[in-house]
Every structure is written in structure tokens, then in C-alpha cells.
């Protein structure tokens, strides 16, 4: 079967916005690596940066939340079987679909600054791994992180909102767009 000619040499962009969505969840996956080995911990378990969120803010801004949604949760499992094992795989999915969800919903109302909207990723990241850790361990009481986790998600967010800004406005256009090729 061949391809009208107005279609000539175009890759099909659907084929094209899946190899970046690999593309962005593998640099993830990398940032989550990085993360992982870095000698600097907290007193409080689960607290880090969040640099794999990076990522995942680029798509949603330059792709459309399905990619986006799809690069984080390959990110999140492959970084669960590698690094962290089933709990930290479960408590980093339970952080990142609310985190995801929040994001999500306060870009489109188009009131948010990347950085207000990673600020509010960050904090809801956190959130939701706290409520699943309260869930896995039957343990109100490690609501009293919430605090810290807040104050944690909130410096994460506004460093990595700030990183997505700058690579926001400086990754070409043409790298995310569908007929390009």
C-alpha cells in the first residue's frame, strides 16, 4: 500500500510521540537512578528531590497528559523493580497518580505558573505516599510527618518547577511536535 504523496516522507506522528514518551520515561528512569545512589539522606525516609518529576512536568506541558501519564508510570515501575522494591514501588505510585491528578487539574485551569503547579505536585507527591503508607501499616500516626512532608514537598517542587520553566522555554518546539521528522 502506498502513501498519498502529500504524506511522503513524514514519520507517522503517533509513532513519533510514543519513541519520545520512551524517550522521557527512560531520562526519568535515569533521574531516578541518580537519585537513588546519591550520598545525601534525610532523617525523614522518603523524602528526595524528585528530579524523575522534571520529566514528567516537560511532557505535560509540551505533550499531552496521556504521555506524560504513560512516562511517569513507566518510570515508576521500572524505578519499583530496580531500586526500591514492591513498598517503595507502591508508595511512589500512590505519590505520583495524586501528584499527577493535581498537576494536571490546576494546568488546566490555566491559573498556574509551572512553578506554582510543581509546587503543588511536589507537596501532593508527598501526600500521597503518606497516605499510603498510613494505609500499608495501619498507623494514623505517621500523619505527624505531614509537616516535614509538606515543607519537603514544597522546596522539591519549586526547585524542580524552576528547572521545567528553564526547559520549557529552551527544548525547540519542533522536538515535540507531531509532524516533524
Not at 9 to 30: C, D
Not at 56 to 65: K, W
Amino acid at each position: 500500500m502506498s502513501m498519498p504523496s502529500s504524506d511522503k516522507g513524514r514519520r507517522p506522528s503517533g509513532a513519533r510521540r510514543i519513541a519520545l514518551s520512551a524517550m522521557l520515561a527512560s531520562l526519568a528512569l535515569v533521574f531516578s537512578y541518580l537519585e537513588a545512589i546519591l550520598p545525601w539522606q534525610s532523617p525523614v525516609p522518603g523524602v528526595k528531590l524528585g528530579l524523575a518529576n522534571l520529566v514528567v512536568l516537560v511532557a505535560l506541558y509540551r505533550m499531552d497528559a496521556g504521555y506524560a501519564l504513560a512516562a511517569g508510570l513507566v518510570r515508576v515501575l521500572l524505578a519499583g523493580l530496580l531500586f526500591s522494591g514492591l513498598t517503595g514501588m507502591v508508595y511512589s505510585l500512590a505519590g505520583s497518580l495524586l501528584s499527577f491528578a493535581v498537576m494536571l487539574a490546576l494546568k488546566r485551569t490555566g491559573l498556574f505558573s509551572v512553578l506554582g503547579v510543581s509546587l503543588a505536585g511536589g507537596v501532593s507527591h508527598n501526600m500521597g505516599q503518606l497516605l499510603a503508607a498510613i494505609l500499608t501499616v495501619s498507623s494514623p500516626s505517621l500523619i505527624a510527618y505531614a509537616p516535614v512532608l509538606i515543607g519537603s514537598g514544597m522546596a522539591a517542587g519549586i526547585l524542580v518547577g524552576l528547572g521545567a520553566f528553564v526547559l520549557i522555554g529552551r527544548l525547540p518546539a519542533r522536538l515535540f511536535d507531531q509532524e516533524a521528522g
